[in-house]
């Protein structure tokens, strides 16, 4: 059924500047911002009335598996750490089957639909047992869905590539099969300088870019950072290389991370928190006054890192909960990485729209003419009451079209 365009949203309020706006469109773009006028409402137009609602850019999510989603009931425990976890969930892996990966992670998918997500990056596990059904899945859904949610997908070796025999060539034909990020793990590898001379060496010559799971523990020791910003610099990839976890950083005495923050900044690595499963994950060695084991997220900001952060894992061994809606995850960093006011509130939003979509390579991530009409219309008066009470109430505009509806 073909969905009228709005000519224009009406009233909705901009967060970065603090005032209520029209956004006037033609053709699936914005084709003019101003300030809201009184009555523009009741014109002659296709008008969306957006007075009560805040709007941006869709969210993005920026890391997430949804091809180990929901798989909490197949468990007849939980993991007690990191090493279980892994062990756990490659202990399922036989059982899966394309119908099963891609219902798990369409469930998730729809889930971010409804939460006014509209570009996300999936880690897709590409490992011998599996060999590339995960990415045969992302494949099919990234086009089923093009229209409505814009999906990357990362060659993500979750076993490891030299321990694991016949990695290396899988990981080779996810590329030559639309890949659009090498992923790797160094931490789950029997080497880290082969494991990651592999992963820069490969996303150099396909042109891509790399999006690592690095130095997930609370061991001061465990730096490979170190290595990767050496690569970033040696490979000529400035700004096109990410990180998520990083949470061993967070155990360094301060003086010394913040030279290597600086580091990274310097090289333009991203880097993702994904606090609900580092939480659930790092401090499991601790007896008492157990740490926290997150991303050193305002060490990293003040040293003008692109910090931002994702929902990692749904209902499964690594976190057992989550709803994935990416406010979630900006509250619990709110609460975990002392961001409480209300500025931190306005970079939180930005952490997962535009600040996301630059890290993921999307540039202009912004409300301004030319843009796609793609936008995320969420009920709040103000961006704190965003982040705190993470209204349900959202709308999806695709060019220009309702997508989705949320109440
Ligand atoms: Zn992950």
């Known amino acids: 059924m073909e969905t009228r365009a709005f000519d224009l949203i009406a009233g909705a309020l901009d967060p970065s500047s603090g005032e209520k706006i029209d956004i006037e469109m033609r053709d699936g773009a914005i084709l003019g911002i101003a300030p809201a006028a009184p009555g523009a409402s009741a014109l002659e137009k296709c008008v969306f009335d957006a007075s009560g609602f805040i709007v941006t850019p869709g969210l993005v999510e920026t890391h997430i598996h949804l091809d180990k989603a929901f798989l909490s009931e197949r468990l007849e425990r939980p993991a007690a750490n990191l090493g279980e976890a892994i062990a756990m969930t490659a202990a399922l892996k036989p059982g899966y089957t394309l119908e099963d990966v891609t219902a798990r992670s369409r469930r998730a998918l729809d889930r971010a639909l409804s939460f006014g997500v509209a570009l996300l990056r999936a880690q897709v596990e590409i490992d011998p047992v599996l060999g590339l059904l995960s990415f045969e899945s992302a494949l099919a859904l990234k086009e089923e869905l093009a229209g409505s949610i814009a999906l990357q997908l990362v060659a993500f070796p979750q076993e490891g590539i030299f321990n694991c025999a016949g990695t290396e060539s899988l990981l080779r034909e996810a590329v030559s099969r639309g890949a659009d990020a090498i992923g790797g793990i160094p931490y789950n590898d029997r080497d880290t300088a082969e494991h990651l001379d592999f992963v820069f060496r490969l996303a150099a010559d396909a042109g891509l870019p790399v999006d690592l799971h690095l130095d997930f523990s609370d061991d001061p020791e465990q730096l490979a950072i170190l290595d990767v910003i ?172 309702l997508l989705t509806r949320s109440v």
């Open 230 to 401: 050496h690569r970033t610099r040696e490979y000529g990839l400035e700004g096109r290389v990410c990180v998520g976890h990083l949470t061993s950083l967070g155990s360094v005495p301060p003086e010394h991370a913040r030279r290597i923050a600086d580091g990274m900044a310097e090289a333009g690595i991203h880097v993702f928190a994904l606090p609900a499963t580092d939480l659930y994950l790092n401090g499991r060695g601790d007896t008492h006054a157990v740490r926290r084991g997150i991303t050193p997220v305002s060490l990293l900001l003040d040293a003008g890192v692109n910090v931002c952060y994702g929902t990692n894992n749904l209902r499964n061994a690594f976190t057992p909960f989550g709803t994935g809606d990416p406010l979630d995850i900006a509250l619990l960093l709110a609460q975990t990485a002392y961001m409480g006011t209300p500025g931190d509130a306005r970079r939180l939003l930005d952490m997962c729209t535009g600040r996301a979509a630059k890290a993921l390579g999307v540039e202009g991530w912004t409300l301004r003419p030319g843009a796609p009409a793609d936008f995320a219309l969420i009920r709040a008066d103000c961006v704190q009451d965003l982040v705190y009470d993470r209204p349900r109430e959202r709308v999806s505009i695709r060019g220009g079209k």
